[in-house]
């Protein structure tokens, strides 16, 4: 079992940058592919970044490739999002979440990842 908490999220101007964090609880965190999912209002949840248990293997959205960092630090149990040249279609509740099984072609799916945090909002104005 694992618990995601996520913070770091806020308003920010076009072309600011945030970092989002990921806290989880368990002791198997670092054996799980951790991954960045978003949802803007009337739209579905929709895949954004992921990172493998080893932090070897990251995968990227084409529309935040290039402006979207994804990271791990396993020994604080952390998963962060870096966000740079931030766009007003950029503007979401960000949610982690945590898959305990292998890096797989699937990872870019939602219903892939069994343990969810609370989301947290990022507004970006233009």
């Known amino acids: 079992q694992v618990q995601l908490v996520e913070s770091g999220g806020g308003l920010v101007q076009a072309g600011g940058s945030l970092r989002l964090s990921c806290a989880a609880s368990?002791?198997?965190?670092?054996?799980?592919?951790m991954a960045w999912f978003r949802q803007a209002p009337g739209k579905e949840r929709a895949f954004v970044a992921a990172?493998?248990?080893?932090?070897?293997?990251?995968d990227y959205a084409d529309s935040v490739k290039g402006r979207f960092t994804i990271s791990r630090d396993n020994a604080k149990n952390t998963v962060y999002l870096r966000m740079n040249s931030l766009k007003a279609e950029d503007t979401a509740v960000y949610f982690c979440?945590?898959?305990?099984?292998?890096?797989?072609?699937?990872?870019?799916?939602?219903?892939?990842?069994?343990?969810w945090g609370q989301g947290t909002q990022v507004t970006v104005s233009s």
């Open positions: 979440a945590a898959d305990p099984y292998d890096w797989t072609d699937s990872r870019r799916l939602a219903n892939e990842y069994p343990y």
């Open positions: 990172i493998s248990w080893s932090g070897s293997s990251t």
């Open positions: 368990g002791r198997t965190f670092s054996r799980h592919v």
